[in-house]
DNA sequence: AGGCTATGTCAACGGCTGTAGACATAATTA
DNA sequence: TAATTATGTCTACAGCCGTTGACATAGCCT
């Protein structure tokens, strides 16, 4: 309790944060402990030391800081449109950290060393707790298929820099995504239009 | 034209599909010279040598087989349909080649070394290409969004597994991402529902 | 003060990567 | 047959990576 000079436990949670902002730049093999250790300013064993391996630090940043879905009191009415702003959040949202967390693992989804990570995660973190937002039997395809309009949008706009998706005017694009993402939620599940 | 024992332009071209495949299931950093090389049975020098450096092989793979969105002869009203059956295409499928560019376009989104041919590669090949087939001035932008949509669904199917969306009945999904896409594509840029 | 523990640094290892140059062999040509 | 060119192999080099063990220093406790 008492603070010594250099706080253990303080440095690990600013390497936690400084794996995380890594994290969300650059996929899992492209983010190096000594790049970590170099923002932390440390040296990289030490990350190496309180993590035990680079893979078990890229699973505590996955699973630092847990979504709030279900805290922020969404209902399956608000839900089209809150997925929509998330998309297009501006800086210092709110909500910023649910978006990180989806960021950081289609950064990594197609590393090898991490995609048993990031799949989980995203199937307990992202989809199983929105889809217990909805009623129905189907509520996880449903969801599934929203979130893949999220994680397009998002793929779009942040790693592939697609620029009429960057340049657009947000009001459209944010009202356009919500009515998709509406239809995908809670739209007939089969259109049977013959 | 006498073919010698070994022809060089077969076992560059050999080297060309090897690298297609690898690039298809891997991201760049985790495609190693080494293994194209095994593939092709031939020694990592070799390839080396015919294709300068890595990432020009990368490039030569991206730019291999041009995109035919206009040589099907599609248009804008069978463009929806076509595209939700790109990504849910059975094996051995006839547009394989195009779901395939766009996958290995994604696979290596977050590369840095790769990130800049994949986005120029993406917009020229893809965006550009499609919204050509679409009236109106912000075609692109639709064609933006639409590609939103068979881009996260692939990423969810190929790259995540997310179940949901690999064990469901494929008709009905591919009926509702026509669905989708055609809202994207054709629907009304802005709603404006007040 | 003296011992002890927490905190962090330093040096190095083995492995893998892309790349380059020297070398070998087979096929063509003069 | 002799020379030359095409095709491919072998060796090796820096560089980066994650990981490990030995060492240093500062703070706490008795």
Redesign the interface.
Known sequence: MSPRAKCAASTRDTMLACARRRFLE??Y??VGLRDIARDVGVDVALVGRYFGSKENLFHEVLRGTRCDWLDAGIGAEELPAFLAAMVLRKEEAEDREDLDRLLI????????KA?EL??TA??EDV?EPVARLLPGP?A??R???A???????S??RT???????LG?EER??E???A??LK??LI?D???T?G
Do not use: Y
């Open positions: 650059e996929s093999e492209n693992i289609l950064r990594s989804a197609s590393s090898p995609s990031v799949r995203f199937r989809i189907d996880e395809l969801v599934a298929i979130f893949s309009i999220v994680t397009g949008t793929v779009m790693f592939m820099g697609v620029e009429p998706l657009c459209a694009l009202d356009k995504l009515r998709l239809d995908a739209g599940p089969v259109p239009s």
